[in-house]
């Protein structure tokens, strides 16, 4: 399996995570791609790298799903997913995390833990 090797500027990168980071491809698109590792000599990185690549292949299979179910309708609360690839997923890209939702649009809490349960079930 290829690995997506790019170097991201301190500009470029967004975020990161348990299994990979958010990098900015465009002003319109990111990329969330695993953990790489220069290199996996040590059977800890080998590990964590897999995971990762693991991690980012279930993300894609849960939007996958989410694609099958509204297919051409996608649902306009969603990430628009552009691309997927064995390691990365493409994405629209959008300025306001669920967080930012939440508070700055003071989500009743009983909507809130709809979504979580929502998020919950998606992943599982």
């Not at 500009?11 to 698109?29: A, M, N, R, Y």
């Not at 939702?101 to 989500?107: G, N, Q």
């Amino acid at each position: 399996m290829g690995t997506i090797r790019r170097r991201y500027s301190k500009d470029d990168f967004l975020s990161g995570g348990g299994c990979g980071l958010v990098g900015s491809v465009s002003p319109d698109i990111v990329v969330k791609t695993a953990w790489a590792f220069e290199d996996l000599v040590s059977p800890e990185r080998q590990r964590r790298s897999d995971e990762a690549i693991k991690g980012i292949q279930h993300e894609t299979s849960i939007y996958r799903q989410l694609m099958r179910i509204d297919g051409p309708n996608w649902h306009p609360n969603f990430v628009q997913t552009l691309l997927f690839e064995p390691q990365a997923i493409f994405l629209q890209r959008v300025d306001d995390t669920l967080k930012t939702v939440v508070l700055r649009d003071s989500v009743p809490e009983s909507l809130h833990f709809r979504w979580s349960k929502q998020i919950a079930n998606a992943a599982s």
